[in-house]
């Protein structure tokens, strides 16, 4: 897969997109078993733990990272496949409240994670070169197929550091 280029994403993407700084496909290969082995790390006992009252869980932050990967790889699948729809954003928090996410197990949010990525993968596989440069509307902003792929890899390094720094700290 070619570079991303900044003119396929809007600038609000771009700090998940930095933290990409190898070719794409190895970035969701590798977090295909460094995020499951990240998860495995956790206490059990950290996974309700809020680092501030107004912040989500450790287990609402890992079920908001599916959630999202798995509205990114759609979005990219209508486009890809010439649906120009406009697409509306979603909801982050209401994901979260009605999520039921702190009654699942880190194993559950694992094995979800890995069936979800795998799935992914083989989507994005069959995305040629044409239809990874299309672009469509997605909460009124143009992005290209190839940068939702990006975002997908960026976002979960993103809340992966937001765990590691705020989350796990041991003092």
């Not at 790390?41 to 999202?68: F, M, R």
């Not at 909460?139 to 997908?152: D, P, Q, W």
Request: with cysteine; hydrophobic share 35%; charged share 30%.
């Amino acid at each position: 897969m070619n570079p991303l280029k900044s003119d396929e994403y809007p600038s609000i993407f771009s700090d998940y997109v930095d933290t990409v700084t190898r070719d794409i496909r190895e970035e969701l290969i590798d977090q295909l078993t460094s995020f499951p082995e990240f998860i495995r790390s956790i206490p059990p006992e950290k996974g309700n733990y809020q680092y501030a009252e107004d912040k989500w869980t450790v287990k609402e932050t890992l079920c908001h990272i599916l959630d999202a990967e798995r509205i990114f790889a759609y979005r990219a699948l209508r486009f890809a496949r010439n649906d120009m729809t406009a697409l509306s954003p979603f909801e982050q928090d209401e994901f979260v409240i009605y999520g039921r996410h702190n009654e699942r197990s880190f194993d559950s949010i694992t094995e979800e994670f890995i069936h979800l990525r795998k799935a992914n993968l083989i989507l994005f596989d069959t995305f040629n070169e044409v239809e990874l440069n299309r672009k469509g509307m997605a909460s009124e902003r143009l992005i290209s197929v190839r940068a939702l792929i990006y975002i997908i890899a960026g976002h979960l390094n993103h809340h992966r550091s937001i765990l590691k720094e705020r989350y796990l700290v041991t003092s």
